[in-house]
């Protein structure tokens, strides 16, 4: 295919520039479905230091919503006020990236509860799963780029961090069919394809929209857009196509920062390949957008020059996209 043999020549890996956080401070906070599905409880949320169930509730619905908080991890960090305020933004509320009465009002419409029991599948854990290796030759030996174990992959299909998922499930082992868990509701009501729609993403804001004819954003995702060295390629582009499980081909000539025994390699698609399950491709020679096989890094750290999101968030926006439609790649 086309846009496998243009796969080759992508330098979109992830590269950390800073130590990523994790969400283990919020782990240590037990949260109950009973607290977060409460729809009475609206605090003001205001804080990158404010976290537990009523974050939790709003992460949630603001992804029901389309404006996607990436990961997951009950709490209000940069991701999350980025799509606070962008959905303050889209519903006319005086806020910014505040989440007050009035942002709670307009969530709320959204009754179904937040957090809902589960009931794991032998699907869920069947695998097969297995460690990924640092070494693009070593990663190149797998047979599938797939889940390190079943709480990597159950943490994608309910779009949370494994630490918050342990959280909410304390003293529970994710390793028998049958067991029931409680997990976050993230079903979202399906978009469609829409004429005249863009695809737009802004530096900036370090985001990626999908803004209808008439300038109303559909769907709003937080987003990693490139780095000093490949930064973001400002313009007027198209999208060419999707591409659905695609191999990845590592060419160590278009990364920077590559060892110089490195060689080229190729690997096996999977949720846990460097550019996930789907790729976007754009009309940018090598550029595209795609997912990654590390959601909490997302807005959070850098790329080699392409557009990555979560992995749940590029798989809706690949349904919504078609050849031709305008992709604006702003400041």
């Given at each position: 295919?086309?846009?496998q043999r243009?796969l080759?020549?992508?330098?979109?890996?992830?590269v950390?520039?800073?130590?990523i956080?994790?969400?283990?401070?919020a782990?240590?906070?037990?949260l109950s479905?009973?607290?977060?599905?409460?729809?009475d409880?609206r605090?003001l949320?205001?804080?990158s230091?404010?976290?537990?169930?009523?974050?939790?509730?709003?992460?949630?619905?603001?992804?029901r919503?389309?404006?996607?908080?990436?990961?997951i991890?009950?709490r209000?960090?940069?991701?999350t006020?980025?799509?606070?305020?962008a959905?303050?933004l889209?519903?006319?509320?005086?806020?910014?990236?505040?989440?007050?009465a009035?942002?709670?009002?307009?969530l709320?419409?959204?009754?179904?509860?937040v957090?809902v029991?589960?009931?794991?599948?032998?699907?869920d854990?069947a695998?097969?799963?297995a460690?990924?290796?640092?070494?693009?030759?070593?990663?190149?030996k797998?047979?599938?780029?797939?889940?390190?174990n079943?709480?990597?992959?159950?943490?994608?299909?309910?779009?949370?961090?494994?630490?918050?998922?342990?959280?909410?499930?304390?003293?529970?082992?994710?390793?028998?069919?049958?067991?029931?868990?409680?997990?976050?509701?993230?079903?979202?009501?399906p978009?469609?394809?829409?004429?005249?729609?863009?695809?737009?993403v802004?530096?900036?804001?370090?985001?990626?929209?999908?803004?209808?004819?008439n300038?109303?954003?559909?769907?709003?995702y937080?987003?990693?857009?490139?780095?000093?060295?490949?930064?973001?390629?400002?313009?007027?582009?198209?999208i060419n196509g999707?591409?659905w499980?695609?191999?990845y081909?590592?060419n160590?000539?278009?990364?920077?920062?590559?060892e110089?025994?490195?060689?080229?390699?190729t690997?096996?698609?999977?949720p846990?390949?460097?550019?996930?399950?789907?790729?976007?491709?754009?009309?940018?020679?090598?550029?595209g957008?795609?997912?990654?096989?590390?959601p909490?890094?997302?807005?959070?750290s850098?790329?080699?020059g392409?557009?990555r999101?979560?992995n749940?968030?590029?798989?809706?926006?690949?349904k919504?996209?078609?050849?031709g439609?305008?992709a604006?790649?702003?400041?």
């Amino acid at each position: 295919m086309v846009l496998q043999r243009r796969l080759f020549l992508i330098g979109c890996a992830l590269v950390q520039l800073l130590v990523i956080s994790s969400p283990a401070h919020a782990a240590r906070h037990a949260l109950s479905a009973a607290e977060a599905n409460r729809a009475d409880a609206r605090p003001l949320i205001h804080s990158s230091a404010q976290h537990g169930a009523a974050v939790l509730r709003v992460q949630i619905l603001l992804d029901r919503a389309h404006f996607s908080p990436g990961e997951i991890d009950g709490r209000y960090g940069g991701t999350t006020r980025g799509a606070a305020a962008a959905f303050n933004l889209a519903k006319k509320i005086n806020a910014r990236a505040d989440v007050n009465a009035a942002t709670w009002q307009a969530l709320n419409l959204d009754t179904a509860p937040v957090i809902v029991p589960y009931t794991l599948t032998a699907a869920d854990l069947a695998g097969p799963f297995a460690p990924i290796p640092e070494a693009m030759a070593d990663k190149a030996k797998l047979p599938a780029m797939g889940y390190e174990n079943a709480a990597e992959g159950l943490g994608e299909k309910f779009h949370v961090s494994p630490k918050l998922l342990a959280a909410l499930n304390p003293g529970i082992a994710f390793d028998r069919a049958g067991t029931v868990i409680q997990v976050p509701n993230v079903a979202r009501p399906p978009l469609e394809k829409i004429a005249g729609m863009t695809v737009r993403v802004s530096r900036r804001e370090g985001a990626v929209e999908a803004v209808d004819g008439n300038g109303v954003v559909l769907a709003r995702y937080p987003a990693t857009t490139g780095s000093v060295h490949d930064p973001l390629p400002l313009g007027n582009w198209k999208i060419n196509g999707v591409a659905w499980n695609p191999p990845y081909n590592y060419n160590p000539v278009l990364f920077w920062d590559a060892e110089a025994s490195d060689k080229k390699a190729t690997l096996a698609p999977g949720p846990n390949s460097p550019v996930g399950p789907v790729w976007i491709d754009l009309s940018k020679p090598h550029y595209g957008i795609h997912g990654t096989p590390s959601p909490s890094t997302i807005g959070k750290s850098s790329s080699h020059g392409c557009i990555r999101l979560t992995n749940w968030d590029a798989i809706e926006l690949a349904k919504m996209v078609k050849p031709g439609m305008p992709a604006v790649l702003e400041k």
